[in-house]
């Protein structure tokens, strides 16, 4: 069974076009995340929810929109696409960051959306 | 935040072991050091932490010293599987905390 999965693997759209980026994990975590790896292969962190509520939000465009409809699901809305946004999207879970402790670090990441805008 | 260095890249013949260091020396006494990798065109993996104590589970060992502003994880018969950039992070196990990625070191395992 896969942890946590994405959908799709690949997506290749044109600029200003809107897409979405679908994460489920079946680990029973709390915390979902969804990361960034850009060409140069920086991992940064774009949000976090706890239990369907955002708690980390970097300094990610507004064109972003996560959304969790549960604690299962962490989904990712990004419109109006720019050449920017190709890169790498992974979404990972944990153990409750709110509870804290250390297992909260041991992340679980999905395989990856490979984002590429034309 | 305490900030981590490590070598960008090394070598490593299959079948021998591999020893990762990493320098962390402004690490507080909360701080936990904790290992992922990234195996090229997948999700990074979380392989191990530890606090003060040496660590092992069936991935690898960390041998963090004693005064804990070093560790070293240490994968005991490398193959070529574990050719991946590896990461090696510091966090406090407070507050909503982010994992903060670095540049790793690229470990190449060769035949």
């Known amino acids: 069974d896969t942890a946590v999965s994405q959908t799709p693997k690949y997506l290749v759209t044109q600029m200003g076009n809107d897409k979405s980026i679908k994460c489920e994990q079946n680990?029973?975590?709390?915390?979902m995340y969804w990361y960034k790896q850009d060409s140069k292969k920086f991992l940064k962190i774009m949000f976090s929810?706890?239990?369907?509520?955002?708690?980390i939000n970097e300094t990610v465009p507004n064109r972003f929109s996560p959304k969790s409809p549960d604690k299962a699901h962490l989904n990712l809305h990004i419109n109006s696409l720019e050449l920017g946004d190709s890169a790498v999207y992974f979404c990972?879970?944990?153990?409750?960051?709110?509870?804290?402790?250390?297992?909260?670090?041991?992340?679980?990441f999905g395989p990856g959306t490979r984002l590429t805008v034309t | 935040d305490a900030k981590t260095t490590q070598p960008p890249s090394m070598d490593c013949a299959e079948g021998r072991a591999a020893n990762l260091p990493c320098n962390h020396s402004?690490?507080?006494?909360?701080?936990?050091v904790y290992w992922y990798r990234q195996i090229h065109s997948q999700g990074p993996q979380y392989i191990i932490h530890?606090?003060?104590n040496n660590e092992t589970n069936e991935m690898a060992s960390l041998i963090i010293t004693e005064d804990r502003k070093s560790s070293t994880l240490i994968l005991p018969h490398a193959t070529l599987r574990d050719t991946a950039v590896y990461y090696c992070i510091v966090r406090a196990n407070t507050g909503f905390q982010k994992l903060v990625f670095g540049t790793g070191t690229r470990l190449l395992v060769s035949p």
């Open positions: 929810y706890n239990n369907k509520e955002l708690i």
């Open positions: 990972a879970s944990s153990h409750s960051i709110i509870a804290g402790g250390p297992s909260s670090y041991e992340q679980y």
């Open positions: 530890g606090l003060k």
């Open positions: 680990l029973g975590h709390d915390t």
């Open positions: 402004t690490i507080s006494g909360n701080e936990y």
